[in-house]
């Protein structure tokens, strides 16, 4: 190659500066022998000049418009013709391995056309997967957690250089910048002044600053100690792991190594691959064109082209491609202006056919651009178009967009996966460390009991009895937290209600055992600093008793889970750190948040990929989501070291290079299909959001050449449209006009205990009784009230039954006689016995206050009520467990508020804190609470009352009394046998729809009332 064909220096403002710069850091360092060499890329003056030459045309550069594939394949198969169709010493290596298929597809089409019908070889595969088959690294390689616990160790070391700084922020701040020292030969002088003197230049600072001083003094020590520690542990990161694989990698004679499709390389692959093209031992296929420098689509492949110190102008085929023309006049390096340009293209290319392959969606809003998007593609199947790529760096769209498309039966090939974190394993997981670390706080408790990946006993039956606690114990009973405040209200809630099952009281008081018992290796980890190791060994031992463990392992995401947590626990092998309980949660988060979870390979047409991921494919169809700003180009990520000028006087990957290579994916995806639909929003949760300029750009250039716009209307109207939304395929046919339900129940399937709620939903309505009782629905049955206001009768109920009867715990009850005189003290007992069962609710509940408040203002008037009662009735017996077979299908229990008693006969009294129901309603029958409880006790009954606990004041109120009680007891009881009787002989069960009753009935939708009593209606 003569001298004429190298390339200049790529120049940083001040090359002789950064020369200085780069050699003043490196100098002194032995350990990276690719250092000495000038890195012509960057810094290297045109003088420099090596002892080889590269032919140009060991190097190719494919136009955008083209397949490189194809070009790969040819120049394959030119190269090995004679020893067709072996081609096992052919070595390819792809940017990215999903082309696999697609070259070997090609491969074996053109070997067809040169007579051969199938091929041996070639390997294909990625440049790091390559190494790391044909060179193992002996040393142990540390993963990025097993970095971060060694790099904690050396910066507990150090902890006064960085006094004010989180050292596991700093240390993942740290490892991304070593990696990139290491990668980019950038290593740190031995001598702290020569290095800061070094930086002091990169910053072109005249005089050394403190904050300089500060950053200088962090790197130096820091980067020596962590080269010190993995030298002395014998490891290695994988960046200096990498860099001696390339170094020590040996290519069989008589092979030779293809590389297609790159748009990256590292000093250390530059030198590496330099020196295999000088011997004609690599031919590198780039797609795309070289010679622009800085902000432009060329700039990745001339940077490379620099790097390989060659100059390769000319593209391997100048086919005429209008939309190739249409992008590189978009974007020429010239004086002339956007629209002169555009006008110029559109003088050369009258006929538009930029229109046919390109198309833009401007959604107002991220569910507008799904419903474009989703729609676009199924468009697309129904065409026959496939495979389909939807290219996007915005995750939520592409989540939006895979949900419309799973509910067309669509399925989103995703090999990209998406985080770890993300997943339903992983967020067991994580609400199980919640559960530990919050006292088994309800929210993260339940999260855990309902997932999939836990059961302590046969499914439905676990479901079951998280349902109980859930909303017997926890909502009912208000319990925020604390597995002992739980087994204490389970034990309250059986006492109180007789028709709690004492099989559903041992299975609670099971499970809560089975959690305390999963949870208790991570309790004693909370507190203190243990080993890695030592968490990881009780995670383990916690989720395999909780039985996640096991079902971790048969999902899939759940095994990659597994997977990640073995691999922190090897990672924690590598260091005697020790952590306490939030560095541990941390790091495991972060491993987890960096993992990403591949889902199994989909054989679906339509893939989700990134910009970068879609190198070296081509596809039938592509739409490019979230044309926003913020993902194209996105914006520069927030460095904690170094600014953008010191990492380009570095010879670092900068924010404009980073834009320069997405922008030439950007332009390559525009070819890398016969249509490209590119979306973006104009707003999300009322914030404008901003289109990427590139966009705008292809709009705005398109626009100057043939006076319209790329924006497809017809689509964006389309979807706005409700009939164009996936519905699943119904073949049903329409189902019969609803009729009023009247369903009737097996005598096996009915209840065989009654409660007074089970007879009064007989009452209200049969159907009620049907679908709660007969159906089993009931579980909120005792909990229909409102939360707050049930609650709150809970705790008045215990108060007054603490004021008659010893209740353990408590204060009380009153002794003897309570009249007037003993208003004093009765009311201090009162408060007392209301203070205590207060305490602990509004531990609870923060709203308990309020109640114990409003209890306070109403506590005289019950007071002064319960002195007026003694003086004629007494209290007989308060919270009364009942149960009595009244026929021989029948079978109530219950428990009665209070008996009073007086000269032989006995009142009944229901304590309510909501309304309780008229007397000419329990008169007529329709309300039977009280008169149920009356069948069953053996004494006679001589009034049924209420006692309203009203807002600041008790309403007593008599219900039924005497003769008018005797017959009404008489008339029930007459009706439950008959009732009974019938329900024996499967009689139906209509649905009444009483407006009174269907208003609080929970049952409406099972009943469909709305539709038969709609229909009812018409016909009258
Ligand atoms: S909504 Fe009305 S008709 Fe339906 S079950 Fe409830 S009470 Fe009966």
């Known amino acids: 190659m003569s001298s004429d064909t190298r390339i200049p220096a790529a120049a940083a403002n001040d090359p002789a500066r950064a020369e200085a710069c780069r050699a003043s850091l490196q100098a002194g360092h032995a350990t990276h022998p690719a250092g000495a060499r000038k890195l ?64 070997r597809t090609e491969l074996l089409r053109q070997a067809g056309q040169r007579g051969f019908g199938a091929l041996l070889g070639p390997s294909i595969e990625r440049l790091d997967q ?50 990139e020292l290491t990668r980019y030969d950038v290593p740190i002088d031995a001598e702290f002044d020569r290095f800061e003197s070094a930086l002091r230049n990169c910053y072109a600072l005249g005089e050394s600053h403190t904050l300089l001083q ?93 790097r390989l110190e060659v100059k390769v102008c000319k593209p391997a085929s100048t086919a005429p491609d209008a939309l190739a023309d249409f992008v590189a006049t978009l974007f020429e390096a010239s004086d002339d202006n956007l629209k002169v340009r555009a006008q110029r293209f559109a003088g050369l290319h009258q006929q538009d056919s930029v229109g046919d392959r390109l198309s833009i969606v401007r959604a107002d809003d991220p569910e507008q651009e799904g419903q474009a998007v989703a729609l676009q593609i199924r468009r697309w199947l129904l065409a026959g178009l496939q495979p389909i790529a939807l290219v996007t760096e915005d995750r939520r769209i592409a989540r939006r967009v895979r949900a419309l498309l799973e509910a067309s039966a669509v399925q989103l090939d995703d090999p990209g996966g998406w985080a770890l974190s993300t997943t339903s394993a992983a967020a067991t997981l994580e609400r199980w460390l919640e559960t530990v670390e919050e006292e088994f706080a309800a929210g993260p408790l339940l999260d855990v009991l309902k997932s999939p990946f836990v059961s302590f006993s046969e499914r439905n039956a676990h479901l079951g009895q998280v349902r109980r606690l859930e909303q017997d114990i926890i909502l009912h009973e208000n319990i925020a937290r604390g597995l002992q405040r739980y087994r204490h209200h389970l034990e309250v809630r059986s006492e109180r209600l007789p028709d709690w099952s004492e099989p559903t009281r041992q299975a609670l008081h099971r499970m809560l055992n089975l959690l305390e018992h999963a949870a208790s290796p991570l309790v004693v980890l909370l507190s203190g600093t243990h080993a890695a190791q030592d968490f990881l060994a009780a995670l383990r031992t916690s989720l395999v008793e909780l039985g996640a463990w096991q079902a971790f392992a048969d999902d899939a995401a759940g095994l990659q889970l ?77 460095q904690a070291f170094f600014n953008q000028r010191v990492r380009a006087e570095l010879g670092l990957p900068t924010w404009s290079e980073s834009a320069a290579a997405k922008l030439h994916h950007f332009c390559r995806v525009l070819h890398a299909a016969p249509r490209v639909l590119l979306t973006c929003h104009r707003e999300q949760d009322g914030e404008p959001v901003s289109a990427s300029p590139w966009l705008d750009l292809l709009d705005i250039f398109y626009l100057s050449a043939y006076g319209t716009t790329l924006e497809d209307g017809t689509l964006k109207a389309l979807a706005g449209r409700p009939e164009v939304r996936p519905a699943p395929p119904d073949q049903a046919a329409l189902p019969d006009q609803a009729q009023r339900p009247a369903p009737r129940v097996k005598a096996s399937s009915q209840p065989q205990r009654w409660s007074a709620y089970t007879h009064q939903r007989l009452i209200d309505c049969p159907y009620r009784f049907f679908a709660a009782d007969a159906l089993n629905l009931k579980t909120q ?89 003694r003086t004629e009735w007494q209290p007989l017996s308060t919270e009364l467990k009942v149960d009595k077979a009244l026929s021989k299908h029948l079978r109530i229990s219950g428990r009665i508020d209070r008996l009073d008693q007086r000269a032989g006969s006995t009142a009944l009294l229901d304590y309510k804190t909501g309304h309780p129901p008229r007397p000419d309603e329990v008169l007529c029958g329709e309300a039977v609470q009280l008169p149920s409880y009356a069948l069953l006790i053996d ?82």
């Open 40 to 103: 012509t890329g960057k810094t290297t003056p045109d003088a420099d000049v090596t002892n080889h030459t590269i032919d140009e045309h060991r190097i190719t550069l494919v136009p955008f418009g083209q397949n490189p594939l194809v070009w790969t394949a040819q120049q394959i198969l030119d190269h090995y013709q004679e020893r067709l169709p072996d081609l096992r010493s052919c070595q390819v290596l792809v940017a990215e391995d999903r082309c696999a298929p697609q070259l």
């Open 130 to 179: 390559w190494l790391d088959r044909v060179r193992v690294v002996r040393q142990t390689i540390l993963n990025r957690p097993a970095q971060e616990l060694v790099l904690a160790e050396a910066l507990r070391d150090s902890s006064p250089i960085y006094a004010q700084t989180d050292p596991w922020l700093l240390a993942e701040q740290l490892l991304t910048l070593f990696d």
């Open 214 to 306: 500060q950053e200088a003094g962090i790197l130096h020590t820091l980067w020596h100690a962590w080269q010190e520690q993995l030298a002395a542990d014998e490891l290695l990161d994988p960046a200096s792991a990498y860099r001696q694989q390339l170094r020590d990698s040996n290519i069989p004679d008589g092979s030779t190594l293809w590389l297609t499709g790159l748009t990256q390389l590292t000093p250390a692959e530059a030198n590496w691959l330099r020196g295999l093209l000088e011997h004609d031992r690599a031919r590198v296929v780039l797609h795309g064109s070289a010679g622009q420098r800085g902000y432009h689509p060329d700039a990745p492949l001339t940077d490379i082209l620099d």
């Open 562 to 638: 597994l997977e990640a947590l073995e691999d922190l626990h090897q990672a924690g092998g590598h260091s005697r750190v020790q952590l306490d309980w939030p560095e541990f949660r941390d790091w495991l988060g972060r491993h987890l948040e960096r993992t990403n979870f591949q889902p199994p390979t989909s054989a679906s047409p339509v893939k989700l990929l990134t910009l970068e991921q879609t190198r070296l494919q081509h596809f039938a169809a592509v739409i490019i989501a979230g044309c926003s700003r913020d993902h194209l180009p996105g914006a520069p990520a927030s």
């Open 781 to 869: 049955d005792e909990i229909r009230e409102a939360l707050s206001k049930s609650d709150y009768g809970s705790l008045v109920h215990r108060i007054v039954q603490a004021f008659s009867t010893k209740l353990p715990g408590l204060p009380g009850p009153w002794a003897g006689a309570l009249t007037r005189a003993d208003v004093a003290p009765a009311s201090a007992l009162l408060r007392r016995i209301s203070a205590a069962v207060f305490e602990q609710a509004i531990n609870d509940n923060f709203q308990a206050r309020g109640w114990y408040r409003q209890w306070l203002r109403v506590l005289p008037d019950y007071l002064d009520w319960e002195i007026r009662r």
């Open 939 to 1020: 004494k006679p009954v001589a009034q049924l009352e209420y006692l309203e606990f009203a807002r600041d004041k008790v309403n007593p109120t008599t219900c039924a009394a005497g003769e008018a009680l005797d017959e009404l007891l008489r008339q029930v009881a007459q009706r439950l046998t008959r009732l009974t009787d019938a329900l024996h002989d499967e009689a139906p069960l209509p649905a009444w729809g009483d407006p009174r009753i269907c208003a609080y009935c929970e049952f409406s939708g099972l009943c469909r009332r709305e539709m038969w009593s709609h229909h009812e209606l018409s016909n009258d």
